[in-house]
DNA sequence: CGCTTATGTACCTTGACGGTTACGTACCCA
DNA sequence: TGGGTACGTAACCGTCAAGGTACATAAGCG
């Protein structure tokens, strides 16, 4: 979770998740659409790695890079402590809106 | 969206959000349950407000933080956009299981 | 074999970050 | 008004992370 949090930090890996999410990518094509040099590149795709963010595969000379989500489905959760929290602020917000639902839960 | 992902990437941090989850706190409180002195806190504080993730309010010399959740909620969706990934390789997994296989992942 | 392509690693520099001690400030109270 | 309480900020330091340049490695190609 830490290293994940971390990853995400990060706007270049960022960037290449959301690459990586529309499918694989070579390394050298992940280096063209960032503003970096490659070798800054392949430390952001090790950071990744070691985050459990994707997975390479080589093939030939080339190393393939694909997302791997599940950590991202780690955080997504870790989030959810937090929902009943931001549901009410909207709730407040609404001023009662929807008025069949209410008191989700209590804080204290 | 950046700030607030370098604010999560902290584990101080964090363990003040979690706090701050079951109600609001003093800075004092705070301080009481991190490994670390007064001034760490109070820049790891700073930090949160500059993220928007938490509020303050004075009551005399203290000052009163509360959590504000809307920014979680923003990674939160922003991962969304992850999610059909994960769930992918869910299902993958559980047709796995049901057929008592167990392949490499080919999500080609 | 060399040569090119594709990519990672080593090494260095710079800047941000986390932590500490020392100090400043605002508020309450006797 | 002086002193204690509760915080924040300033200055400083060590570490780590991100970027670049130069080099190493490994695979296909003629």
Redesign the pocket.
């Known amino acids: 979770m830490e290293a994940v949090l971390?990853?995400l930090?990060?706007?270049?890996?960022r960037t290449v998740l959301e690459a990586l999410a529309d499918g694989e990518a070579?390394?050298?094509?992940?280096?063209a659409l960032l503003?970096?040099?490659?070798?800054?590149?392949?430390?952001?795709?090790?950071?990744l790695r070691e985050a459990g963010l994707v997975d390479?595969r080589?093939?030939?000379?080339?190393?393939?890079?694909s997302i791997r989500p599940q950590p991202l489905a780690e955080v997504h959760q870790w989030l959810e402590r937090y929902q009943t929290l931001w549901e009410q602020r909207l709730d407040a917000l609404h001023t009662e809106v929807a008025r069949g639902k209410h008191e989700r839960r209590q804080t204290k």
Not at 9 to 13: G, Q, V
Not at 26 to 31: D, I, S
Not at 58 to 65: D, L, S, T, V
């Open positions: 971390r990853a930090a990060d706007e270049s890996r070579t390394a050298g094509e992940l280096v503003p970096i040099a490659r070798p800054g590149v392949s430390r952001h795709l090790r950071v390479v080589q093939e030939a000379q080339r190393r393939i890079y």
